[in-house]
């Protein structure tokens, strides 16, 4: 049956002239998310697409189960600060984790700072956090409803008493305190017309960096750095791990580069004051380079400097002259080197990244020479916790089935032995009922393509199976094996096999892959994904018409696009949060970061790239009588102030005037908007299971699955 969309209004007096290519922007009036026409078209889509996705067949027992599965008890590594232990729990359910604090690992554990307190419904998230560095004090950002815009508040670390030191207007920051516990480094916006909120779509430029002295006003922080000629720089400092340098990382947007800057504090006379005298130890945008420690002048960095699969460098800095800096650790042949950090004085632990999956050493840091591997199953280390002045090792383990294994290892014994310090028991899910396969698939251009399958043990290739297709493909981003009870229940109960497709674009073999899925190559992107689709065809996995696609950000872009191309392919597409917009993107809060990876259609040539692939402006026009859409649904939030909402709701009305019109359109084509909600970080645990329960449900019903028990 045909759906009946509600009537978005037209204007197609609307026309951009781009470098003498006339584009008609008939729905620019929802780009201003308060106009009141813009808010009932919002209400319009919400009153057609709720009541669908409450009446889905499947939803009861999908909530329901996701509810019972997702209530297991969550725990981030362990770090410690002073004499004292610090970690997230989440019981099970609880809307945000908890950070608490322990005496010794053995000893009883305290809350240090609940965010579940700070509303009613969860939607107060702890942002960032920064101990100092002997725990006299606790900097914590807070951000509302989703934003990026985040407030900082301060607290003592001994007896959890509230400063009243309150830092604003702060989004994208580093908070960095000096090793005197005096102050700390922070970046802040100026103020701007109109409301910062979340749901405003000003664009941020004019970062600034500010040093905060504990027990002042704001209105008299210091003023380190700024960069009036570069509006669109962001910087970010790291102090050192002898505390005396100050380590300043500039980037101009997301591309893995960075100018380096240092200041020695030790060198200030009168402390810090006012801008404080930089030296640029790197002023290009050449390579990247990451601090991992220093030993007096020499600064050790990960680096993608003649490396793109990174390597391990250490500059002089009483020698900064090219020549003079050395190779600590080459790049590996075909592994990237995925993080690197000191432990114990005289350890680094190094991760790499092999086919998309991780493996663990620990090296010399005199001479980078490997001492030992650490023990590690197939899948991802999702975080590690260590530092030099620390003896003590943590690292986190997970995989498609593994929702977390915490190592622990102490380095000053002479044979390092990691032992299981927490593994969580899971209730209803059996590992042993599942299967992960890694494949390898041909794209377009005959680039073999990494893909993770997940799927019932012993399933028969007859065709007949539902496939959850996942994929981001950008900004360097890896999608390597991570935990999703969603994704589970999905195999399970609805049959279905979960596809993880690790597209150009991102970083699972280093720059030149991610240099291959962006600018002028971005199409490749959309080809890997799409060749993915055919090959799990191909292979008797699935029918085209049982294939649901999704991702979210530049993977809603990545949906959109492709089902824009190919239509035929898919029977279903769940795009969250999705650049949709390519010729405007970057005129909205950070979009202009990302013309790094996409190019700017303010410029000739990018313009003829962006025109050809984005999602809004190739939405066929009606009378459309092209194969029929997949089934569609679009998901945004009204306080995403990343990929601001106005991208999905111009695609929606496009989507569902140009095919939702058409007599061969019969699945729909929806759009959810949630409030109180933004971009994904820091969204409640009960949101965030509704909006699973909605996808998936979704997915059922329009692929025609049932529950099975």
């Known amino acids: 049956m045909a759906t009946k969309y509600p009537d978005a209004r037209r204007d197609e007096t609307t026309v951009d002239d781009y470098h003498g290519t ?3 922007d008939p729905y620019a009036w929802l780009e201003d998310p308060d106009d009141a026409e813009t808010i009932a078209f919002v209400e319009e889509q919400n009153k057609l697409t709720m009541p669908y996705l409450e009446q889905c067949a499947v939803r009861p027992q999908f909530h329901q189960r996701l509810t019972e599965l997702y209530d297991y008890p969550k725990y ?58 002997e725990c006299e004090y606790f900097a914590y950002g807070l951000s509302s409803s989703g934003s990026d815009w985040v407030t900082v508040s301060f607290m003592k670390a001994d007896d959890l008493t509230t400063l009243p030191d309150v830092l604003e207007r702060v989004k994208f920051s580093c908070l960095a305190w000096t090793h005197d516990a005096k102050g700390i480094f922070y970046n ?36 380190v750095a700024e960069f009036p000629e570069h509006p669109k ?23 893995p580069v960075n100018q380096l800057w240092y200041c020695d504090l030790q060198q200030l006379a009168d402390g810090i004051a006012g801008l404080l005298p930089w030296v640029k130890l790197v002023d290009n945008f050449d390579a990247q380079y990451s601090y991992v420690t220093n030993k007096g002048t020499v600064f050790t960095f990960r680096s993608n400097l003649n490396a793109p699969r990174y390597s391990v460098i250490n500059i002089d800095i009483q020698k900064p002259d090219r020549h003079n800096w050395a190779t600590l650790i080459p790049q590996h042949d075909k592994d990237v080197l995925g993080f690197v950090s000191c432990a114990n004085q005289h350890y680094l632990v190094v991760n790499y990244v092999h086919d998309v999956k991780d493996t663990l050493q620990l090296c010399e840091l005199s001479t980078g020479r490997l001492v030992r591997e650490l023990p590690l199953d197939v899948g991802t280390v999702s975080a590690v916790s260590c530092k030099r002045t620390q003896s003590e090792l943590f690292y986190k383990f997970t995989s498609f089935t593994t929702p977390g294994v915490i190592y622990h290892c102490y380095l000053s014994v002479s044979d390092p032995q990691p032992s299981v310090f927490r593994e969580v028991e899971l209730k209803g899910i059996k590992q042993d009922e599942y299967e992960i396969n890694q494949v390898f698939y041909p794209s377009k251009d005959g680039t073999k393509i990494p893909m993770f399958l997940v799927h019932a043990k012993g399933l028969k290739k007859d065709a007949s199976h539902p496939v959850f297709l996942y994929g981001y493909g950008g900004f360097e981003a890896s999608i390597q094996p991570y935990y999703n009870v969603s994704y589970l229940l999905y195999v399970r109960h609805l049959g279905g096999i979960l596809a993880v497709a690790n597209i150009r674009g991102g970083g699972e073999y280093g720059l030149t892959w991610y240099k291959a899925g962006t600018l002028g190559n971005k199409q490749n992107c959309f080809d890997d ?5 055919e090959y799990l065809v191909q292979e008797k996995y699935t029918t085209a018409g049982r294939i649901a696609i999704n991702g979210a950000s ?14 035929d392919l898919f029977g279903c597409a769940v795009a969250e949060v999705g650049v949709m917009d390519m010729l405007k993107f970057h005129k909205f809060t950070i979009g202009h970061a990302w013309t790094t990876d996409y190019g700017c259609s303010d410029d000739p040539e990018q313009f003829k790239w962006l025109i050809k692939y984005s999602p809004l402006h190739n939405v066929p026009q009606p009378p459309y009588s092209g194969p029929p859409y997949p089934a569609i649904l679009l998901l945004t939030a009204d306080h995403d102030d990343r990929v601001v909402p106005l991208h999905t709701l111009k695609y929606c009305a496009a989507l569902q005037h140009g095919v939702g019109s058409s007599s061969v359109q019969r699945q729909p084509l929806l759009v959810r908007v949630d409030t109180r909600s933004g971009h994904g970080a820091g969204k409640p645990t009960t949101k965030a299971i509704l909006e699973d329960t909605h996808i998936f449900a979704f997915i059922a019903e329009t692929l025609g699955l049932s529950w099975i028990d």
């Open 22 to 24: 006339k584009i008609c």
């Open 188 to 223: 802040c916006y100026p103020r701007q017309e109109g409301k910062s909120d979340g749901t405003e779509t000003t664009c941020n430029i004019n970062q600034k960096l500010f040093y905060h002295v504990v027990g002042t006003k704001q209105s008299e922080d210091i003023l």
């Open 529 to 533: 994904f799409q060749c993915a689709a």
């Open 76 to 133: 981030s590594c362990p770090y410690k600060r002073g004499k004292r232990y610090f970690y997230f729990h989440n019981q099970g359910l609880q809307n945000q984790e908890v950070l608490y604090v322990q005496d010794s690992l053995a000893g009883a554990a305290t809350v240090f700072f609940d965010p579940n307190t700070l509303s009613e419904d969860g939607t107060v998230a702890l942002k960032m956090g920064r101990l100092s560095e």
């Open 233 to 255: 720089w962001h910087s970010s400092v790291t102090i050192s791990d002898d505390g005396r340098y100050a380590v300043l990382s500039i980037t101009e947007g997301c591309e």
């Open 554 to 567: 530049n993977g809603g872009l990545l949906v959109a696009a492709c089902v824009n191309q190919r239509p």
